[in-house]
C-alpha cells in the first residue's frame, strides 16, 4: 500500500532540490530524509534527483511530478484541514425540505426571499410530507424536514424547536359556530387524519363530548377548502395554516389542547456542513417571525 505522507515529503523535494534543506523544512534528520528519498526512489521507479556536482538536479519523470504532486498535496490539506468561510455570493446548491401542506404557503415566500438575497445561486425544493417517517433524512434524499418529534422520528436524527403551535377552528362566514364557538362539539367536522383513521387530540380533549365527523381527508388544504364551500368546522394547526385559512374566520377552542412542537429536523452527517447551518438558521429566523394565527 502507498504511503501517501510520501506526497508531502516528494513535494518539498522537488521544490528545494536538496535533501538537507528538504529535511530542516520537514523537521527531520538528513538521514531521515535520504530513507525517505529511497522510497520514493522505489515507489516510482526513477532516481527523482540525481547528483551533479555539488547539488542535485531533477530527473524529467521528477519535473512531470513537480506539476502534479503540489496540486495533490494542496488539494489534501485542504480536505483534512478546517472548513473553510462560506462564501454566500458563490453558493450553487439545491436544498430539499419535506414538510407538511401549509409550511410552504406561511413560511415558503420569506424564505425563498432571504436565499435571494443572501445566496442567489441557491434554490429550494420542497416536497411533500406523506407520513412521519424520517427515512428520507436518513439515506440523503432530504437535506431539512419540520415535524413533531415522536415515535416514527430515527434516534439520530437531529432537532430543534422552531415553534409551538396550537388547533384553532376555522368556518366560513356565516357559519353559526362564528356567532357561538361553544357550539363546537355540536357542529359537523372535516377532520384531518394521515392515516385515514378517527381520534387524535382534538377528541381525546374533547371527551365525554364526541365530534360529529362528516368527512375524512389527509391534508389541511383539503380541510381547509370543505370548510370553505360548506357549514363544516376544520381544526387545523393556527400558525401552520395561517394563508390557507385566507377568507375563513378563524377561532379559539373552547377547551384546551396539547400545545404542537413543531421541529427542524436533519441527519448528523450535515451537522458541521456550513452551508446546510445557514439554511437552518434561515428557516429558523423565518418561522420564529411567521404569522401568527
Not at 26 to 52: C, H, I, K, N, Y
Not at 139 to 164: H, K, S
Amino acid at each position: 500500500m502507498t504511503d501517501l505522507n510520501l506526497l508531502t515529503a516528494l513535494d518539498v523535494l522537488l521544490a528545494d532540490g536538496s535533501v538537507a534543506g528538504a529535511a530542516r523544512r520537514l523537521r527531520l534528520s538528513p538521514s531521515a530524509m535520504s530513507r525517505t528519498l529511497a522510497r520514493l526512489r522505489e515507489a516510482t521507479g526513477d532516481p527523482l534527483l540525481v547528483r551533479a556536482g555539488r547539488g542535485l538536479v531533477p530527473t524529467p519523470r521528477a519535473l512531470e511530478l513537480r506539476a502534479e504532486v503540489g496540486p495533490l498535496v494542496e488539494a489534501a490539506r485542504a480536505a483534512l484541514g478546517p472548513v473553510q468561510a462560506l462564501d454566500l455570493t458563490r453558493l450553487t446548491r439545491t436544498f430539499t425540505i419535506r414538510a407538511r401542506e401549509g409550511f410552504v404557503e406561511t413560511f415558503g415566500p420569506a424564505l425563498i426571499a432571504r436565499l435571494a438575497r443572501e445566496a442567489p445561486g441557491a434554490r429550494l425544493r420542497f416536497l411533500a410530507k406523506p407520513d412521519r417517517s424520517t427515512e428520507p433524512l436518513r439515506t440523503g434524499e432530504v437535506d431539512l424536514e419540520t415535524g413533531v418529534v415522536g415515535p416514527a422520528t430515527g434516534p439520530e436524527v437531529r432537532a430543534q424547536l422552531l415553534f409551538r403551535d396550537h388547533f384553532v377552528a376555522a368556518v366560513r362566514p356565516g357559519h353559526p359556530l362564528a356567532q357561538d364557538p361553544a357550539r363546537y362539539a355540536a357542529g359537523r367536522h372535516v377532520l384531518v387524519s394521515l392515516s385515514g383513521q378517527e381520534g387524535g387530540p382534538i377528541d381525546e380533549a374533547l371527551a365525554p363530548a364526541v365530534r360529529d365527523i362528516a368527512v375524512i381527508v389527509s391534508g389541511y388544504a383539503a380541510a381547509l377548502a370543505l370548510a370553505r364551500g360548506a357549514d363544516l368546522i376544520a381544526t387545523v394547526p393556527g400558525r401552520h395554516t395561517a394563508t390557507l385559512r385566507e377568507g375563513l374566520i378563524t377561532l379559539p377552542l373552547p377547551f384546551e389542547t396539547p400545545e404542537i412542537p413543531l421541529s427542524l429536523l436533519w441527519h448528523p452527517r450535515l451537522d458541521a456542513d456550513p452551508a446546510h447551518r445557514w439554511l437552518r438558521g434561515c428557516v429558523r429566523e423565518v418561522c420564529g417571525a411567521g404569522a401568527t394565527s
